[in-house]
């Protein structure tokens, strides 16, 4: 078996690239430690409660929310609609213990159905915010991330409040789970 040897008219050349490796090894270190603290910290944020939101909740504590029936957003485009409002509807059974029906959020005010404003009086609104990053290079080349936040607030039909839920994230699955367990918690105390 041959021996590997290596032939270079610089003694500096090995030394030179087990820095280079060390220094890579090093920058990737770091980026993989900071793509995991993202991910980690970015699955879902509980907003600390302001006086005024937390104030508004209580007080929908003293609501009997069993009489009424929660309005969740359906989703009436995409391939995958059916899915995604069958996966909502569960969510909400498991964590909500109130009754809750899926409707299209802009045909409420129009279907006589919904005009009992006691009956129908929650709706739980997305609030998603869009940001757009723009980077621009020394090259001249330009990029764009765009990240979504989702957050989900209650609206009080009856009395046109609304309510922050305190909680966002950037996995809109696991924000919508916790805004309806929040719900139950504040809503469902009876």
Do not use: W
């Not at 490796?21 to 970015?42: A, D, E, G, P, Q």
């Not at 915010?129 to 001249?140: I, K, L, P, R």
């Amino acid at each position: 078996m041959p021996l590997l040897h290596i032939k270079t008219n610089n003694p500096f050349t090995f030394t030179t690239n087990c820095q280079n490796s060390m220094t890579m090894l090093r920058k990737l270190s770091i980026n993989t430690l900071v793509l995991l603290t993202l991910f980690l910290s970015s699955c879902v944020v509980s907003k600390h409660d302001s006086k005024d939101t937390k104030d508004g909740l209580t007080s929908l504590g003293r609501v009997d929310a069993t009489q009424t029936v929660l309005l969740i957003d359906k989703v009436t485009t995409g391939m995958y609609r059916n899915l995604y409002n069958k996966r909502r509807m569960g969510d909400c059974k498991q964590f909500y213990k109130g009754q809750v029906e899926a409707v299209v959020f802009k045909d409420v005010d129009k279907d006589p159905k919904y005009e009992d404003k006691k009956l129908y009086r929650y709706m739980l609104v997305d609030g998603s915010v869009t940001t757009d990053f723009n980077y621009s290079y020394s090259d001249g080349s330009t990029k764009t991330n765009t990240h979504r936040i989702t957050n989900y607030f209650l609206l009080d039909r009856l009395t046109g409040k609304q309510f922050d839920l305190n909680v966002a994230g950037v996995n809109p699955d696991r924000v919508f789970k916790k805004a309806v367990q929040k719900l139950n918690e504040y809503m469902m105390t009876k």
